[in-house]
């Protein structure tokens, strides 16, 4: 069974840092492309961040370009999604994604909802100002 399970969402203060981790299991983690997106209340699932599954490259959202970091630990199957100078824009709920296929190169749509087959459950982050 694929399972994806995403954890460390909270209620934080404008301007702090928080960190959301997603560990995988039943997936060859270290072939897929994997990526975070947000839904806020009201919006659309927007895309976050994507790493490929060589790690080499990283993709944002451009609302979050120079503030929120992902990576990825192979050894653990595990995505990182590091989150800092938090505003009140920031509050969605949080979903881990992994790509539908293995090895992308070419094609790779990491923006897309539609790339990825394997979706967590969300977690919540909630920043207060």
């Known amino acids: 069974q694929v399972q994806l399970v995403e954890s460390g969402g909270g209620l934080v203060q404008a301007g702090s840092s928080l960190t959301l981790s997603c560990t995988t299991s039943g997936i060859p983690f270290g072939l897929h492309s994997m990526a975070w997106f947000r839904q806020a209340p009201g919006k659309e699932r927007d895309f976050v961040a994507g790493i490929s599954w060589t790690g080499v490259l990283t993709k944002y959202g451009d609302s979050v370009k120079g503030r929120f970091t992902i990576s990825r630990e192979n050894a653990k199957n595990t995505v990182t999604l590091q989150m800092n100078s938090l505003n009140s824009e920031d509050s969605a709920v949080y979903y881990c994604?992994?790509?539908?296929?293995?090895?992308?190169?070419?094609?790779?749509?990491?923006?897309?909802?539609?790339?990825?087959?394997?979706w967590g459950q969300g977690t919540q982050v909630t920043v207060s100002s």
């Open positions: 994604a992994a790509d539908r296929t293995v090895r992308v190169e070419d094609g790779y749509r990491y923006w897309a909802q539609d790339e990825y087959r394997y």
